[in-house]
């Protein structure tokens, strides 16, 4: 699987718009790009994930760049309960054979702290 | 709908202890994944089942730790000994895999924290 740069730290407003950005220039045709958050304490949380196409769901956009070496997650009106660490990950979606499609591979991610 | 659920949340071990974690997954997942945080980092995959059989645990030290999945469901993590390294949170995911397609949308629980004294 391809391998993500994050920052590692980002600070937010409450209210305002969080944009966390991924960096995954080696990313292939067959890779997706998922995003994932962990809240202190918690199990990782799935948030969304992308082929090429923006998406949206209820907790926030994902905007791919064209060439596919970037994206940026959105959370539209961050609140305090976002603070969480943030990994942007890439993988292969489709089963290609083999024994490691299934596995999430992790990075530090990006700790997100929003403010009051 | 009940998420992953894990047993004990905390477990506090001296070393050379044996110890063991247990996972129910989400109900209708046929795939389990067992992964281990340590501090600071993000979790790493120990093994994956797919319903009864472990189809990927080239992670998993396999001298001190074992993992079972009966019946497709439920699953253990085991560890015999425990050593200081061990200290770390073990998580559980499971998530639906069908026709060769997955849905690759892993679900986790919120972990088993273990310290080894």
């Known amino acids: 699987d391809a391998k993500t740069t994050q920052p590692p730290s980002m600070d937010c407003a409450e209210g305002r ?42 907790m926030a956009s994902l905007i791919i760049t064209e060439d596919r070496k970037s994206s940026t997650l959105i959370l539209p009106h961050a609140t305090l309960r976002d603070t969480a660490v943030y990994y ?9 054979g083999g024994t490691s499609y299934g596995k999430l591979t992790f990075g530090q991610g990006t700790i997100l702290t929003v403010h009051p | 709908e009940a998420g992953v659920v894990q047993s004990p949340r905390y477990k506090i071990i001296e070393k050379k ?52 999945r009966l019946k497709g469901v439920d699953s253990t993590l085991k560890i015999q000994p425990a050593e200081l390294g061990d200290s770390a949170v073990y998580l559980c995911a499971s998530s639906l895999v069908w026709g060769g397609v997955a849905k690759n949308i892993q679900y986790f629980g919120a972990g088993t924290r273990l310290s080894v004294l």
């Not at chain 1, 918690?42 to 082929?51: A, E, N, S, V």
Request: with cysteine.
């Open chain 2, 17 to 68: 202890q044996p110890v063991a974690f247990w996972c129910n997954p989400i109900s209708g997942h046929n795939t389990l994944y067992w992964y281990r945080q340590n501090l600071g980092q993000g979790p790493e995959l120990l093994i994956r089942y797919e319903n009864e059989e472990a189809v990927d645990d080239s992670q998993l030290p396999k001298d001190r730790f074992s993992a079972e």
């Open chain 1, 17 to 58: 718009a969080a944009n966390l950005p991924c960096n995954h220039s080696t990313i292939s045709g067959n890779e997706y790009v998922y995003w994932y958050r962990q809240i202190h304490s918690q199990g990782p949380q799935y948030i969304i994930h992308g082929l090429k196409n923006n998406e949206t769901n209820e």
């Open chain 1, 88 to 96: 942007c990950i890439v993988r292969v979606a489709k089963n290609a």
